[in-house]
């Protein structure tokens, strides 16, 4: 690339213990594991990590700016990054998804950050449509030749470009490019909808939360739904009703809906409408709440529930609020427990990447113990297959089903 080109390579020497991490696989290098550096570093510049015998050792992108400040491509023997290599990458991350689906699921995860060799960067597909979400800062220099190879492998209808928050502002200065932009293919559909598990779905694809929808819930929502026949079932957190149209299309006798958001709601029902072909969606009672959960749930003693499902957004955003959001998830999962009617399920989960699958199965366990009634685990869950977890920072979705009596 031109920024590259009439430079020496930048080579960096690490310390031993993120040698050690290399080798096994971590993609992180942090700035303080830093011991050596030929000459400073632009954002997005590929650098090459030697080891202390002066062999290579592994390859990313550099960001002078990020603590974390450089993220692998490749580790192991030199490889050259170029065009037929991101190709190959990108061939790598379908493969991997082949056969986890048939046609009625059109909307997952096609690139899973780090865990699929792309640190800082997600592609979902919604049926038709990519979006294409950068975390990093690193890609924007290559940001043209990455969605084109996009657009060349995969040929979508349309590639709309999502931005997390403290990129923006680089990317509307370095490649004008905006979130929510769409970066190819019409503007017509560009928030469409979408099938999975052969309920439709809407996706606001341009503005909603993540790329649209919370994609990494889907194999909850199944269980969700084997376990819903005949019961009232509170979805809190509800967001667009992902949970809640699995619960009615299981069976539910009714389906309620609790979020802050009005306009999460409005989605949910939206997403109902769209599924009235659907003989047991078209039958369960449907109720919308808006309000703080918290508030809800402890103002509403009386009202009870044969299914709970609590998938509150993130409680840590760092790890100062960790020891805080254990506690809040033991006090929710609490005001949940005492919703729920006798022969009632509990289903709690947590999306913190800094509260680990332990610590919250705690937090929640320790609840329902508190509530002294007798209660059976059924299982605990994990992340989904599109989003593999490769290494443990990228961990951050756990469930928990409990049968309380
Ligand atoms: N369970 C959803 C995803 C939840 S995202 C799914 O499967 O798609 C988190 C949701 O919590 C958002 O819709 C947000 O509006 C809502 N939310 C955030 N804080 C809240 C609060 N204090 N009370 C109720 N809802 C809240």
Known sequence: MSFESNK????????????????????WVFSESIREQNREGAVGELAVVYDRKDKFLAV???????????????????QNIDVAWWEARLREAVERRRGLFDDQTNGYRLINGESDGWPGLVLDRYDKTLVLKIYSAIWLPRFAEISEIIGTELKPERIVLRLSRNIQEAARKSISKRDGE???????????????????????????QKTGFFLDQRENRRVVESLAAGRDVLNAFSFSGGFSLYAA????????????SAHALESAKRNFALNQSNAAIARCRHESVQADAFDWLNAHERRKFGLIVLDPPSFAKRESERAGAIRAYERLAGLGIRHLGRD????????????????????????????ARKFREIQTTRHAPDHRAAFKE??????IYLHLF
Not at 8 to 27: F, I, M
Not at 60 to 78: E, Q, T
């Open 8 to 27: 020496p390579r930048l080579r960096l020497r690490v310390s031993a213990v993120a040698e050690t991490q290399l080798r096994a696989g971590h993609p």
């Open 60 to 78: 990313g992108l550099f960001d002078p700016d990020s603590p974390i400040r450089l993220r692998v491509l490749h580790a192991g023997k030199p």
């Open 182 to 208: 769409i970066l190819y293919g019409d503007r017509q559909d560009a928030c469409s909808t979408f099938l999975e598990t052969g309920i439709r779905f809407e996706a606001d694809v341009c503005h909603g």
């Open 249 to 260: 299309r299981g069976g539910a006798a009714s389906v309620t809906d609790l979020d802050i």
């Open 344 to 371: 009632g399920i509990l289903v709690a989960c947590s999306c913190s990447a800094h509260v680990t699958a332990e610590e919250f199965f705690g937090a929640v366990r320790a609840a329902a113990e508190k509530s």
């Open 394 to 399: 990228a961990e951050y979705l756990k469930g």
